[in-house]
């Protein structure tokens, strides 16, 4: 026997095919939709095609399964049997909508089209059937302006200017004013621009619109926004898209007729209350894109907003009462914030999707903990409940209350946070700007997934029109960046680039500030201040804290940043870098005199001059880091690194500082390397002028004294070398380690445990562990190196080519990012069990950038290291990250991102 592969799965009528627990199939919206109607709740009735056929599609030369026309035409028959209505019938016709679902959501990145199965025959039925002929041809112009755009080709433009024609030939400004004749001669000329402009009519059989839909929501899979959208939050290309095909209901059937979306509770701010917005006699798109403002769904959330249009709480009680109960079932059934699309045909209520609700890093932090102290979910689901990356939005600045603030005009608070920055009128310029380091905010009417880009790119997103659940609103809250929707008082120019309000015009340029939480545009710039870690955020770091194994330290060298990073819960320094202790105003000057030196005796020289701010540097960490580790790694830059580059340059030094132009010129010249990453840097310093790390070594060794006399607690100071390679390296490094130790010890007569050992930048270095790790106490891999190292890819100037890469899915991510487990991730594997072998017990940790990507930190934790080391704004991310790391790894499964 054949076994056929099923790759359509009906829902509807109190059954279902499919469930929840079958989103890499039937994607999130059609696992749910299934879901839903096992619930038996009122969902109109459909089929999803599987993920599985969109796969088989792009890898079959863009053709269909065999079978799936078949199997399409049986979903088809039995939506036929719920709704007793025909697909193509004249006199009771079945209309459909098509739409995109892929595994994981993303919002208004593909297509859809809506009211499919209307021709010229089937909308004559629809106006028999529904008694209102005008609902009947507004649904069919609609359908024919989706279905042309989407699947057609042509754009909005070219309808939106027929009606704007109609409109002004009979005199009026909204949609709602024009009769069922006016819409039927609006589909006539809609038609007849088809016609124009494809040389063939609107299609008029079902099923080729049917197969037309289908075929452009896969091919929306590989859509510019999807792409941009798919590389933006780490989504497989590989995964495809499902396809749903569902029965219409309508919610733009009369004044009992609404269609609306809601949050069942708060998804800026997490508060536990229904949430969301309805518009009357109107179809869903209507909502998200702000063609209409929406209306509050609560008598709360309307007196909240100041509007006067009554909620759908007061205009339709009846219903309202049904929904509320419906959306409670559906939080308490997936044990989280939904988000969810539903219409009201007529009095009755349908529900179209429900999904775990996108919301802030805030929201989340509130949500999780909230249900957790509600017995919902454990402390363990609430830590998991987490993204790591958008504690982001939580650790910036807000604007300072106590500054004042010019308010030009207030909006809706659509995405929290504030941001300064010029304006800008498109999402290209704002790229082109942003690319540039200017920080930009983008002020649009509305916006469309073609500005996806733009936002990304913008600090801040300023809408004139839209509600808190429009494309602008949705997006920047997904994204991070703070947003102010509905600033109905601006307008805006395109054309000359300004915008004006209250009679004050703004140019493109100009700086203003946005406090998305309030929902204001201010001029100018305002102060911000440090954000205050409390409350929810405390909580849920706390048990984070109680179920990680890694260690979080950060990298920092800086006091400032030092200070920081204890705030933000690290625990002790995994890396400081002491040349940029070098780059320092205050001791350049020295650092210069020793590399211009003619021999050993004139660098001991200059650096006397340097130790004592060594050593001050060295007491300020520690004091900060009172009783935890820090770790020191030695000099690493090549020399040159710290002496001009130009002719010019190097003239006006050697003027200012009395300096031999012409000598510093030649050791300019002797310096000189043709590859300086892999030249005379790292512990090759060490080993040619071992002058050099002896007088940082006793700088630490000293401070580390005078920090335990002054407090009585000694620091924990751990002495790293950079670069080595060799286990004669790390000997001599050793043997000069422990030589200067004693040699201050012997002067003081005092002493201090101290640790030395060594990073892990070059594969010999990994593939040899067991040889450093006769003289080295710790290792720290530095995958900054050895990234470079390891692919041959230079980590300052592979910007050129990696974006190529990464279009031709070469590289899924940036390695420099994102580690790669396979080679990267390999040789950290083999140094650490090598380093273990002959070293049981010796501390690893990792101190590369990918020390706070949460994804990296999941493989971190799978090889056992013992801690991770990254940036102060990091370190909370990384012990979210860290936590959710061990939780997978207690449960053996990894979240499918970090695979
Ligand atoms: C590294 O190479 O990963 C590292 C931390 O050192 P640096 O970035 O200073 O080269
Ligand atoms: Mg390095």
New binding site residues.
């Given amino acids: 026997m054949v076994i056929m592969t099923q790759w359509v799965y009906g829902f509807g009528g109190g059954s279902a095919d499919g469930d929840a627990s079958m989103k890499n199939l039937l994607g999130g919206k059609g696992a749910n939709l299934a879901e839903m109607s096992s619930l038996g709740l009122p969902v109109p009735p459909g089929f999803t095609i599987t993920t599985e056929a969109c796969v088989h599609y792009y890898a079959q030369g863009e053709t269909y399964p065999a079978d799936l026309a078949e199997q399409v035409a049986a979903g088809l028959q039995k939506v036929e049997g719920i709704t007793g209505k025909r697909f193509g019938d004249p006199a009771n016709p079945l209309l459909v909508s098509v739409r995109s679902g892929a595994r994981a959501s993303m919002p208004g990145m593909m297509d859809t089209v809506l009211n499919l199965g209307l021709n010229d025959q089937t909308v004559e039925g629809l106006a028999a059937l529904s008694g209102d002929r005008r609902f009947a041809f507004d649904s069919y112009r609609r359908f024919i302006t989706m279905y042309s755009n989407v699947v057609l080709g042509l754009g909005h433009d070219l309808f939106e200017e027929v009606l704007d024609d109609h409109k002004d030939r009979l005199g009026v400004t909204v949609d709602t004013d024009l009769s069922a004749g006016d819409w039927e001669k609006v589909v006539g000329d809609y038609k007849a621009v088809v016609e124009r402009e494809l040389g063939e009519g609107f299609p008029q059989d079902p099923n080729d619109q049917l197969w037309g839909a289908v075929g452009a929501v896969f091919a929306s899979w590989m859509n510019d926004r999807a792409k941009f959208y798919r590389r933006m939050h780490d989504i497989p290309e590989s995964w495809g898209t499902a396809v749903n095909v569902q029965s219409m209901v309508f919610g733009n059937m009369g004044q009992t007729s609404a269609t609306g979306v809601a949050f069942t509770r708060n998804p800026s701010t997490g508060e536990a209350r229904l949430y969301g917005e309805f518009l009357i006699n109107a179809q869903g798109e209507d909502v998200v894109a702000g063609i209409r403002t929406p209306q509050s769904l609560t008598r709360a959330g309307r007196e909240e907003m100041g509007e006067t249009a009554p909620s759908m709480e007061e205009a339709m009680p009846e219903v309202f009462g049904q929904f509320v109960e419906v959306v409670g079932r559906l939080e308490s059934h997936y044990r989280d914030m939904q988000d969810i699309e539903f219409t009201v045909e007529q009095g009755r209520l349908w529900m179209l999707q429900t999904r775990n609700g996108k919301r802030t890093a805030k929201s989340a932090l509130k949500i999780a903990v909230d249900l957790a102290a509600e017995g919902v979910i454990s402390q363990e689901e609430a830590v998991s409940r987490v993204e790591p990356a958008a504690l982001d939005q939580l650790l910036h600045p807000t604007l300072d209350p106590k500054a004042p603030r010019n308010v030009v005009t207030t909006g809706l608070p659509a995405s929290p946070g504030a941001a300064t920055g010029k304006i800008v009128f498109d999402a290209d310029e704002a790229e082109r700007m942003s690319q540039l380091g200017d920080a930009v905010i983008l002020v649009r009417t509305e916006t469309s997934p073609e500005d996806i880009h733009g936002m990304h790119a913008a600090r801040g997103i300023v809408t004139a029109r839209g509600g808190m659940t429009s494309h602008a609103a949705v997006v920047a809250r997904g994204m991070g960046r703070p947003c102010v929707s509905g600033a109905g008082d601006i307008q805006i120019d395109d054309k000359a680039r300004t915008f004006t309000v209250k009679g004050r015009t703004f140019k493109a340029g100009d700086i203003i500030t946005i406090d998305g939480s309030k929902g204001e545009v201010i001029d100018g710039a305002v102060p911000m201040i440090e954000p205050e870690l409390t409350g929810d955020f405390q909580t849920l770091m706390g048990w984070a804290d109680g179920i990680r194994r890694l260690k979080v330290r950060a990298?920092a060298e800086t006091p400032t940043d030092a200070k920081t990073a204890r705030g933000f819960g690290a625990e002790g320094v995994g890396?400081c870098?002491t040349e940029h202790m070098f780059f320092d105003d205050t001791r350049i000057a020295a650092v210069r005199e020793m590399i211009l030196a003619d021999d050993e005796a004139g660098r001991r020289a200059a650096l006397a001059k340097i130790a004592p701010f060594q050593k001050a540097d060295f007491v300020e960490l520690f004091q900060i880091m009172a009783g935890l580790p820090v770790t020191i790694r030695l000099l690493?830059p090549p020399l040159h690194e710290f002496i001009p580059h130009t002719e010019a340059e190097m003239d006006a030094l050697a003027a200012s500082q009395g300096l031999d132009a012409a000598k510093l010129k030649r050791r300019a010249a002797d310096l000189h390397e043709t590859n300086p990453m892999l030249g005379h840097r790292g512990c090759r310093l060490g080993v040619a002028y071992p002058e050099i790390y002896e007088m940082q070594v006793r700088a630490i060794i000293e401070a580390a004294l005078e920090v335990k006399a002054k407090s009585g607690q000694a620091p924990i100071p751990e002495i790293m070398h950079?670069l080595v390679a060799l286990g004669g390296e790390m000997n001599f490094l050793r043997a000069l380690t422990d030589r200067t130790a004693q040699a201050v010890f012997a002067d003081t007569g005092d002493q201090v445990d101290y640790m030395v050992g060594t990073?892990i930048?070059l594969p010999r270095a990994a593939l040899r562990a067991a040889d450093l790790a006769q003289s080295a106490e710790f290792f720290s891999?530095?995958?900054?190196?050895?990234t470079q190292t390891t692919f041959g890819i230079s980590r300052d100037d592979s910007g050129r080519f990696l974006q190529a890469y990464l279009d031709k899915g070469i590289f899924e991510t940036d390695p420099f990012v994102r580690l790669d487990r396979d080679g990267v991730g390999d040789l950290i594997r083999i140094a650490a069990e090598r380093g273990r072998a002959a070293r049981p017990g010796i501390k690893l940790g990792i101190?590369?950038?990918h020390g706070g990507d949460p994804s990296s930190i999941a493989f971190c934790e799978s090889v056992g290291l013992d801690y991770v080391s990254c940036s102060p704004y990091r370190v909370p991310i990384a012990r979210l990250a860290a936590a959710q790391a061990a939780l997978a790894a207690r449960t053996g499964k990894e979240r499918e991102k970090d695979r």
């Fill in positions: 990298n890396l870098r690493d950079p990073m930048e891999f530095g995958t900054n190196d050895l101190c590369g950038e």
